[in-house]
């Protein structure tokens, strides 16, 4: 079993482990336990992973709430059942809620938790790639508007993150790949992340793609240790994006425009993602801002895994520069990007037009 400390604000307790290694759902209970003093626990899941590991979670102290499936469901309609379920156990301050599911269910019930009695306890229990090397990390917690997504919305960090990599296994190739397209994002971003070791992520990401197809578990917790790594020194140096932690939304600009004007059903998050990065890194090509080199090199890695980088739908660009004025990141009317500049270093920009901007899509 591999261990990350996030250590965000350790006189405040927000400090909290990554566990990662395989088969941590045989006694969840056992890690939980020693993070939490909670009495009883709200697992909050979907019908999916609920069929296929409930078994591992039930317990004489634990209820389910099980949520339809879907990016849609991310709302805030679907919020509010939480919540009536919680007061209908009458779940108290002393007590925790697990998010058991991808990045959806990690999200909505992260912040079921920070608003219910105003914070309770929370539990990361990530069973896809992209919330075990990204979203079940660093606390962001969200449902999603119709004209914005994660609008509302908070900081609030869980108690442990419990990654089981055995859950992989039943991932489909879609949802496989969606999670690789953050993984290829700490690759771009790996300068900009100011950790303590140079991890050459970009390196071991070209040297070791069979195994992480084939689902070598070896790589994949040596992967899922690096980017936790990264993420988490991006947080521990910015828990609340006041700065560096921008960086973390490399090609999410355009992705999460693509989510709005598509309702969310067109592209898995991590589609839109290796779309959006795609599309960054065409903008910095022709503005002058990386080498030719690095271009090529980097649209490779994209391509040698097998990532979405094109559609072919005709999009409203009006609707979609609107859409992407609704981006958090958007300030003073400016919408910031993060463009590479550099090998594997990214960095914030507001100065592009319009028409550049919509030149991508
Ligand atoms: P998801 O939660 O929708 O899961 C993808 C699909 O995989 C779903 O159908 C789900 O039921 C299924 N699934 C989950 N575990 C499975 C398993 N072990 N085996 C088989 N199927 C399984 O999507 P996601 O890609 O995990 O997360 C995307 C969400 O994460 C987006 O809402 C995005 O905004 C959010 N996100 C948040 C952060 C953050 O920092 N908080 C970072 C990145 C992304
Ligand atoms: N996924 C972006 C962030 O955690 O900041």
Request: net charge neutral; with cysteine.
């Amino acid at each position: 079993m591999e261990r990350i400390d996030v250590k965000i604000n350790p006189t405040q307790g927000s400090s909290y482990p990554i566990l990662i290694g395989e088969n941590l759902l045989d006694n969840p209970y056992e890690h939980i336990r020693k993070c939490t003093s909670a009495n009883r626990f709200l697992i909050v899941t979907n019908d999916k992973v609920h069929s296929l590991y409930g078994n591992k979670l039930a317990s004489d102290f634990s209820e389910f709430i099980i949520l339809p499936d879907g990016e849609e469901y991310k709302s805030r309609e679907i919020l509010g059942t939480i919540i009536d379920k919680a007061l209908k156990l009458k779940l108290e301050r002393k007590d925790a809620i697990i998010a058991f599911g991808g990045g959806v269910i990690g999200d909505m019930a992260g912040f079921a938790a920070a608003i219910y009695q105003r914070g309770i306890d929370y539990i990361q229990l990530p069973t896809t790639l992209l919330a075990q090397v990204d979203s079940s990390v660093g606390g962001k917690v969200a449902v999603n508007h119709k004209l914005s997504k994660n609008v509302l919305g908070s900081f609030y960090q869980p108690k442990l993150v419990l990654a089981d990599t055995n859950t992989l296994n039943t991932l489909d190739d879609r949802q496989f790949k969606t999670g690789l397209s953050e993984v290829l994002k700490y690759a771009f971003i790996e300068k900009s992340c100011k950790a303590e070791v140079d991890y050459h992520f970009f390196e071991f990401l070209e040297t070791h793609r069979n195994e992480i197809f084939s689902k070598n578990h070896e790589i994949l917790k040596k992967l899922i240790k690096i980017c936790c790594l990264l993420k988490s020194s991006v947080v521990n140096k910015d828990e609340k994006e006041k700065g560096l932690r921008a960086i973390l939304n490399f090609g999410h600009t355009y992705a999460h425009a693509l989510e709005i004007v598509t309702d969310y059903r067109y592209f898995t998050h991590g589609e839109a993602v290796s779309i959006g990065m795609k599309i960054i890194f065409d903008l910095a090509l022709n503005t002058g801002t990386i080498s030719r080199e690095y271009y090529n090199r980097s649209i490779k890695l994209l391509k040698d895994y097998n990532l979405v980088t094109d559609f072919n739908i005709k999009l409203d660009e009006e609707l979609f520069y609107d859409a992407m004025k609704s981006d958090k990141k958007v300030s003073d009317g400016n919408i910031n990007f993060v463009m590479p500049v550099s090998v594997k270093e990214v960095a914030m920009r507001n100065n592009i037009d319009k028409k550049h901007i919509l030149s991508g899509i």
